[in-house]
Nanobody, 117 residues
Framework: QVTLVESGGGLVQAGASLRLSCVAS???????MAWFRQPPGKERALVAV?????ETYTVDSDRFTISRDNAAHTVYLQMTSLKIEDTAQYYC??????????????WGQGTHVTVSS
């Protein structure tokens, strides 16, 4: 069992930067880690993934960067040039890499990001 706690959200103006953090209750070695977001009234969607060996996939790689610090049990999402449409609840998630499904095993409670004009 892994407990994930996100932090770093808040209210910012368009164009600003934020760094979200996700601290796990234990080791994250061996887990693929991801950030998802759910805008108001919309479904949750993937933002970025970092595999257990450090490979990354980011939906908007020009503005967002995912990274991990296994020693600190922490995953980060660096967000730059924020837009109003980035307003959402941001969730951290973890999964054991496996074949057959893409489900995430553990989820945090989320941290909210609001971007104003």
């Amino acid at each position: 069992q892994v407990t994930l706690v996100e932090s770093g959200g808040g209210l910012v103006q368009a164009g600003a930067s934020l760094r979200l953090s996700c601290v796990a209750s234990g080791r994250i070695n061996g887990y693929n880690m991801a950030w998802f977001r759910q805008p108001p009234g919309k479904e949750r969607a993937l933002v970025a993934v970092i595999t257990d060996d450090g490979e990354t996939y980011t939906v908007d790689s020009d503005r967002f960067t995912i990274s991990r610090d296994n020693a600190a049990h922490t995953v980060y999402l660096q967000m730059t040039s924020l837009k109003i449409e980035d307003t959402a609840q941001y969730y951290c998630a973890a999964r054991v890499p496996r074949v057959g499904d893409e489900d995430y095993d553990f989820w945090g409670q989320g941290t909210h990001v609001t971007v104003s004009s």
